[in-house]
């Protein structure tokens, strides 16, 4: 199974308009930032390879956000046949102590949490 990591959003470390400025220039409109920090700590991205994630975390600390990245999961290997196994959105859930989506099952895979059925 290959690993698969997230970037969790805690906040702002200094002036907020210098923040607000640095994540126009990367692109993201200045609605979605007043969100994010509104919504603190949010994650803003997962699913991806430990390389992406450091990558958009080094962009946001240079913006001056606060950010962690944390492992998320891992992807399911690809079946014998060569194809990828596609489950419905509806069998999955998101736990709603650590945020992991996950199938659904009976405790949360990452913190163990009994999850709603």
Do not use: W
């Amino acid at each position: 199974m290959i690993k698969t990591y997230r970037i969790l959003f805690h906040g702002i470390i200094g002036n907020i308009d210098n923040f607000k400025a640095g994540m126009t220039r990367l692109g993201i409109c200045p609605e979605l930032v007043d969100n994010m920090i509104k919504q603190a700590p949010v994650i803003l991205k997962g699913g991806i390879s430990f390389d992406t994630a450091r990558r958009y975390a080094g962009a946001i600390q240079e913006a001056g956000g606060k950010v962690t990245v944390k492992e998320h999961g891992h992807l399911e290997e690809i079946n014998q046949n060569n194809h990828q196994v596609i489950v419905p959105f509806q069998d999955f859930t998101m736990c709603s102590e650590c945020g992991m989506k996950q199938q659904k099952r009976e405790f949360c895979v990452k913190c163990g949490l009994k999850l709603q059925r």
